[in-house]
């Protein structure tokens, strides 16, 4: 950065104390001013060129990289948007989360505990090199492929998963060791994709991240990490050519730099934004906003282990005193809803008709059943991250003053994800912690299912009691009464406050007014199903 440059950001820095502007507008200024610098040193013709409107490119800000292009190798949401672009997947969860045919066109249990899925093939898919995909490439991928490479995150999924028969090329039954009913819907979740057997086996797994080959309906061009993917269009992809022909994902983890790059025209759509600068976005003419929930929840996870956790009281007393409505009025707009369970409105396991309440004085009187008071409070850790999802640290410490109303007294001490994964895996989680769950399905496997469960290893509510109640849902066949008891026990869990939840998360999106994209419920980005006006 040129010496001028840091003049002006220093001068600006001082200019925005005295005014008491947010952080986030001082680096968005700052980074508009660069890029207006830039700009600046271009001819008028060249300035209206890079301004112009392309509608064969689209340029996303986009706020992770890809650490591999193993799609079967990790199970983070944030990476999904470019996987299914390039990848495409078995099935896929629509943008209102109902299951649908991809590259399964069908799909049936051929027995009545769940055992044997057949399923079947559409005829025309193609890879990237221009070879057909058939039930041997389902098998390597999803069967053989993980059980010799135990890393593979996909087989960790589908641990039940003994073999794929193949029948024909595109007829095959993937056979389970156990009832499985809900295998259906880990065919579009997260780690299950279809990657070529045969050009995987020529250059290895080293060589395949190198140059990786999918059948999705684009085709990786370019990879500068940290920096950009670029991505064309494949004119032979089954559900035909998409509509733009370049898709270029700028790699860009600072929120306020995502912001200026859509408002300066350098990227035709940005996601998750800061609120307020969204709600700014909205009043510029030729940009377009979105703010709204999917199927991502905040909660507080609660260590069972740690002191005064144990203590149903406490725990009462700490999802009493929080005024989850008002989190959602202060920090997100109201736009976010809060959540009495662990699932969210619309959802199989959601229940309507059950409301936790808000209520400082049962609050205080769950407080005094434990022995605490105003005068003798109950003090605990809080472990919040900052800057992980919109305005995480901001709401943890709303919540402390909350809880110090009633007679908890909190201290807030700052992490990361990778360091309370590490703790919650070792067992050391010091306090309860505030946390962000994506679940791409909205199946509550993958909620209160996964949350709960004792065994896992990042599991904080370590109630071994739970474990055969959520091994008999997870093969429960019959669907109603699958979902009965998911109702069940998350509701019994909010009473119980075994984890807290807060509210449905919400996610943010400014684009170009040009542009027509479909936002999905689950938070994918996927330019396939984006055109221009």
């Known amino acids: 950065m040129s010496k001028t440059l840091w003049t002006n950001q220093a001068e600006l820095t001082v200019e925005a104390a005295l005014a008491g502007e947010p952080q986030d507008s001082l680096r968005r200024r700052l980074l508009l001013g660069a890029i207006g610098a830039g700009l600046g040193s271009l001819l008028p013709w060249e300035i209206a060129s890079a301004q112009a409107l392309d509608k064969g490119t689209l340029t996303i800000a986009y706020p992770v990289d890809m650490p591999t292009w193993d799609p079967c190798a990790v199970s983070i949401p944030a990476l999904q948007s470019v996987y299914q672009t390039v990848f495409d997947s078995p099935l896929r969860y629509s943008p209102s989360l109902k299951l649908q045919p991809r590259q399964i066109k069908e799909w049936k249990w051929a027995d009545n505990k769940a055992t044997r899925l057949e399923i079947t093939l559409r005829d025309d898919i193609l890879f990237h090199d221009g070879s057909r995909m058939t039930m041997e490439d389902v098998k390597y991928s999803l069967s053989d492929r993980p059980k010799a490479d135990k890393k593979l995150l996909i087989g960790n999924m589908m641990s039940f998963l003994a073999d794929v028969e193949v029948h024909s090329a595109t007829k095959g039954v993937m056979v389970f060791n156990r009832s499985t009913p809900t295998a259906p ?158 699932a969210t409105e619309g959802t199989p396991s959601y229940v309507p008709e059950f409301k936790f309440p808000f209520d400082k004085a049962r ?109 008999a849902l ?51 980005v996927l330019p396939v199903e984006y055109k221009y006006k």
């Open 185 to 342: 819907i880990y065919l579009a979740f997260l780690a299950a994709y279809i990657v070529p057997k045969a050009y995987m086996s020529q250059v290895g797994g080293d060589g395949f991240i190198a140059k990786p080959i999918g059948a999705g309906p684009y085709r990786l061009v370019e990879h500068q990490r940290g920096s950009r993917v670029v991505l064309e269009a494949f004119d032979k992809y089954w559900g035909g050519a998409p509509a733009i022909k370049q898709v270029i994902f700028e790699i860009v983890p600072e929120p306020a730099a995502r912001v200026a790059l859509v408002e300066s025209g350098r990227a035709g759509l940005a996601v998750q934004l800061p609120l307020r600068e969204v709600q700014r976005l909205s009043t510029k003419p030729g940009i377009a906003t979105k703010v709204y929930p999917y199927s991502e929840i905040y909660f507080l996870r609660i260590p069972s282990y740690v002191k005064p956790f144990d203590n149903e009281h406490v725990r009462a007393a700490l999802h009493l005193a929080i005024d989850k409505a008002a989190l959602s009025k202060a920090f997100y707009g109201g736009v976010a809803k809060p959540l009495s369970v662990m």
């Open 363 to 471: 609050a205080v009187a769950e407080l005094k059943a434990a022995g605490y008071s105003a005068t003798n409070p109950v003090a605990i850790t809080f472990l919040s991250t900052n800057g992980t999802f919109a305005s995480d640290f901001d709401m943890a410490r709303a919540i402390v003053q909350m809880w110090k109303a009633v007679g908890i007294n909190a201290t807030i001490e700052e992490t990361t994800p990778a360091k309370f994964t590490e703790a919650a895996q070792s067992g050391k989680l010091t306090g309860l912690l505030l946390q962000s769950w994506a679940n791409g399905t909205g199946d509550p496997e993958n909620y209160v299912g996964k949350i709960l469960d004792p065994r896992l290893r990042f599991a904080a509510w370590k109630d071994m009691a739970l474990a055969p109640r959520i091994d």
């Open 474 to 524: 997870v093969t429960e066949v019959d669907e109603a009464k699958r979902i009965a008891g998911w109702k069940a026990m998350n509701v019994e869990s909010a009473e119980k406050s075994w984890a807290i939840p807060l509210m449905q998360a919400v996610t943010t999106a400014a684009y170009s007014a040009n542009l027509q994209p479909t936002l999905f419920d689950n938070g994918y």
